[in-house]
């Protein structure tokens, strides 16, 4: 039998929400542990290329796919989760996501007033900047230009990030797998560096696998690298291992019976990236990857919004549809590429189960509704990249879903819920879930920022329950 190991706290699955709750916990005087399925990296040894970044950080080796395979989806594996590998954005949710919210959920705090003071108190972790105007890249000047060009509003985009030093040459398309300088402000450099100094216990590379939830402790049950059983046991339990984490490990520990809507209302945010091609160099991998939002109040009436991005010549090569010689022609035009892509406020709820061998299914799918959306932002696309003089567009040839959400929703009615507005498993009073697998829907607006309020206002909570 695998040796128990005892704390006040065991928190599952170490991204954003799991770090910040870790964090506030451990400042708390509670004595806690983090485990992560993924590894520990320091800025020194993030992978150096991207197909080793691809392998390392992500779950299925780089892409996990739905049960039509017709949306990849990016789930973070690795210390520092979803602050690792994306570019670090922050947005305040607005009226639309938190009416959406509330009527959904019928829980009354999901609103601005409410939910500021933590966003205020989770900024006091981050640096928080907008990218200099001068070193704005020529994808982000097509962008900025073509939305001046079709009468579209865009705005700077605030990121969490330190000094990036541009001037030295650095390019944030580096950081799609790890900062090698500890400019992004991922939770290994600003959360969980105070947290591990005040005694956080951090357990990487170990996978949860069952939740046993006994009298007085709750027990997570699992194995590490090397494949030995271990358990950790606490008075209680936070989840921050996802939408796709936390409904596979309820589910896998017996938990549907008493919730029936685990695994419901799964969202993704499908985004649909679209290529152009310029008669001169746009080097849309050099400086910072993103500068610009769309601030469009039509884009966000019709259910999108679009952002200047880049990948890197394999995630470039999996989304251009074309084969042999042709495919080799559009890859030798890749620095007069720019890279625009629509994200979809999705409508359609999706469903997690989870396999016979113990793997998570995702069905997922665009109804008329969101295919309505993609294709108005895909438009807004093509009138950019016409406005601006591109010789040349490919749009890509698969869904991206890397805004995972949903699977363990909040809410008061425990028949359509997972979660009470207490952060609570509905009648399981020791566990506690504050991470995007909460999302009542899909708000449109990226997620980061609000899971770091919602983390910091259930710490509070949990803390108040462990004392």
């Known amino acids: 039998m ?4 005892d704390y006040d706290i065991v928190i599952v699955g170490a991204g954003v929400s799991g770090s910040f709750i870790a964090g506030a916990l451990t400042r708390a005087g509670l004595r806690c542990v ?12 993030y992978p150096d290329n991207e197909l080793d970044a691809n392998a390392l ?35 305040r949710f607005d009226d639309s996501a938190f009416d959406s919210w509330r009527e959904t959920s019928g829980v009354d705090f999901l609103n601005r007033s409410s939910l500021d003071p933590w966003y205020d108190a989770a900024a006091e972790n981050l640096s928080i900047r907008t990218v200099p105007e001068e070193y704005a890249n020529g994808n982000a000047r097509i962008f900025r230009d073509g939305f001046a060009a079709n009468g579209y509003r865009c705005a700077p985009l605030e990121r969490a990030q330190g000094d990036c ?123 910072p990857l993103q500068s610009y939002k769309s601030a469009d109040p039509g884009f966000r009436a019709n259910g999108f919004k679009l952002e200047n991005v880049f990948a890197g010549p394999i995630g470039i090569a999996m ?65 950019i990249f016409r406005a601006t003089g591109a010789k040349q567009i490919i749009e890509g040839n698969i869904a991206i879903g890397l805004h995972l959400m949903g699977g363990c929703n909040i809410g008061v009615d425990p028949a359509r819920s997972v979660v009470s507005p207490e952060f609570r498993l509905h009648g399981h009073d020791k ?20 899971i770091m309020a919602l983390s910091s206002m259930a710490a509070e909570k949990i803390a108040a329950d462990a004392r």
């Not at 017996?254 to 990236?273: I, K």
Request: charged share 25%; with cysteine; hydrophobic share 35%.
């Open 2 to 5: 695998a040796a128990v190991s």
């Open 431 to 450: 566990i506690h879930v504050a991470d995007s697998s909460i999302f009542p829907n899909a708000p449109g607006i990226n997620p980061s920022f609000t």
């Open 319 to 383: 989304l251009v549809p074309s084969f042999g010689t042709e495919h080799m022609r559009h890859m030798r035009d890749i620095t007069r590429m720019a890279c625009i892509e629509v994200a979809v406020r999705d409508t359609n709820p999706g469903r997690i189960t989870v396999g016979s061998s113990g793997k998570p299914i995702v069905e997922k799918t665009l109804n008329e509704e969101d295919r309505k959306r993609r294709d108005r932002g895909l438009e807004a696309i093509r009138n």
């Open 57 to 91: 950080l992500y779950w299925g080796g780089g892409i996990e796919l739905n049960k039509d395979a017709s949306i990849g989806l990016l789930r973070p594996k690795a210390v520092g989760g979803g602050s690792i590998v994306n570019q670090a954005l922050l947005d």
């Open 34 to 45: 983090l485990l992560e399925a993924g590894q520990s990296f320091a800025s020194s040894d």
């Open 165 to 287: 030093r541009f001037e030295d040459g650095n390019c944030c398309i580096e950081c799609l797998r790890g900062c090698p300088i500890d400019s992004k402000q991922s939770t290994p450099v600003t959360v969980l560096r105070k947290a591990r100094d005040a005694g956080l216990e951090i357990v990487s590379r170990f996978e949860a696998l069952r939740v046993e939830n006994g009298t007085d402790r709750v027990t997570v049950h699992g194995r590490d690298h090397d494949g030995e059983q271990k358990s950790y046991r606490g008075r209680h339990l936070v989840l921050g291992a996802g939408a796709i984490g936390n409904s596979r490990l309820l589910l896998m520990s017996g938990f549907a019976e008493r919730l029936p809507a685990l695994g419901d209302n799964f969202y993704t945010h499908p985004q649909y990236m679209s290529l152009a091609v310029y008669d001169e160099p746009v080097n849309a991998h050099r400086g």
